[in-house]
């Protein structure tokens, strides 16, 4: 584990920087890009091309993986999407399988990560609707079935959708905030909010409101959801960050993880420009908020942002803060070695706790 107590005063007036701790695993594997099952199933599309317009179609018989493949080449990413061909294939793998168990192990084998996790998600879900009970992270998360495809991490972001869809929001939120590991209670967090995404924030959609009420340990993962898109389009990105920080990030208590929200909207739509540079910088501007800042801000590029960007994003930084930046960018999106560094913007007080 990597321990350090250094004063960044000179460079952005944080205190303490919450390292990752590099013996709680590997960094986390990157996952296939939809370009690998583009070439994977080059085959298939070319057997379903249609002659008119040589584009797949699925035949009049399609299974879920047929109708799951012609999602990934109509639209790559295809997550949301790919949640219903999940438990498709879970209810087609039950069929012949002894236990809901086997089922799962035989749907995450058909899934792989197509449609990025999204049809994985969408299995685990099937599989504790089956079981009829909240399924156990731990457990869950540690089946060989399960690791061959994903981390524990974004597992638990996967149980997070199947205990959204097995409880009340405020149960399933509760679920996630049992987990000891703040990583672990901040991915599943997502999960929930992700799935119940269009009735979460209400009519209104005070995110500020409804952040505040949830569990601790879930603040990050609703201030995630409800403004990583706030500020995503604007043409002065550091300008629409600010705005949204000075109209939503007004609560003490969740300070940090609305920043940590806020951030994620650097880099939302943008991948590959130079808006990840722009984000640091102003990431070192925000004293002790810089490591929530800097998290919100590679997030996602962790998985779906180039090396190029990673590397521009934390060369704008100095110091420890730019050392972080580094080890989050390399440690990936769901790593369970950002547990201090969640803990460090979506932790509470003992009264809290």
């Known amino acids: 584990m990597r321990l350090s107590v250094v004063s960044l005063l000179a460079v952005c007036g ?18 296939p890009a939809p370009e690998v099952y583009a070439r994977k199933d080059a085959g298939w599309r070319k057997q379903h091309a249609t002659t008119a317009h040589g584009r797949p179609k699925s035949p009049p018989s399609a299974s879920p993986l047929d109708r799951l493949k012609l999602e990934q080449f109509r639209h790559p990413t295809c997550h949301s999407q790919a949640h219903q061909l999940g438990r498709e294939i879970f209810a ?13 192990d035989a749907a995450l084998g058909v899934c792989e990560y197509r449609c990025t996790g999204g049809c994985l998600h969408g299995a685990v879900g099937a599989y504790a609707a089956a079981r009829g009970a909240p399924p156990d992270i731990a457990e869950l998360c540690a089946r060989p079935a399960m690791t061959r495809v994903v981390g524990a991490g974004e597992c638990a972001h996967a149980v997070g959708h199947a205990l959204a869809l097995l409880q009340s929001e405020e149960d399933a939120l509760r ?37 505040e009420r949830v569990p601790p340990k879930t603040r990050a993962a609703c201030y995630y959801f409800g403004l990583r898109s706030r500020a995503s389009g604007a043409r002065n990105r550091t300008a629409a960050v600010e705005e949204t920080m000075k109209n939503i990030c007004t609560s003490k208590k969740t300070y940090k993880a609305c920043v940590y929200g806020a951030a994620t909207a650097f880099l939302k739509n943008k ?8 984000g640091a910088r102003f990431c070192a501007t925000l004293g002790d908020a810089t490591w929530a800042c800097i998290d919100g801000l590679m997030f996602r590029t962790a998985k779906f942002g180039s090396e190029a960007l990673r590397r521009g994003a934390c060369a704008a930084l100095r110091g420890d803060a730019a050392a972080l930046c580094r080890d989050v960018a390399a440690a990936g999106m769901y790593s369970l070695r950002k547990g201090a560094l969640v803990g460090s913007y979506a932790g509470c007080s003992s009264s809290e706790c």
């Open 14 to 31: 944080a205190a303490d920087v919450p390292w990752l701790d590099t013996s709680v695993e590997a960094p986390e594997r990157t996952p």
């Open 92 to 104: 087609d793998e039950r069929k012949t399988r002894a236990s809901p168990d086997a089922a799962l």
């Open 175 to 211: 679920g996630c905030a049992a987990a000891p590991d703040y990583s672990v209670a901040h991915y599943c967090a997502g999960g929930v909010v992700m799935e119940t995404a269009s009735t979460f924030f209400g009519r209104k959609r005070d995110v500020r409101a409804k952040c």
């Open 271 to 278: 991948m590959h420009t130079d808006v990840g540079a722009q």
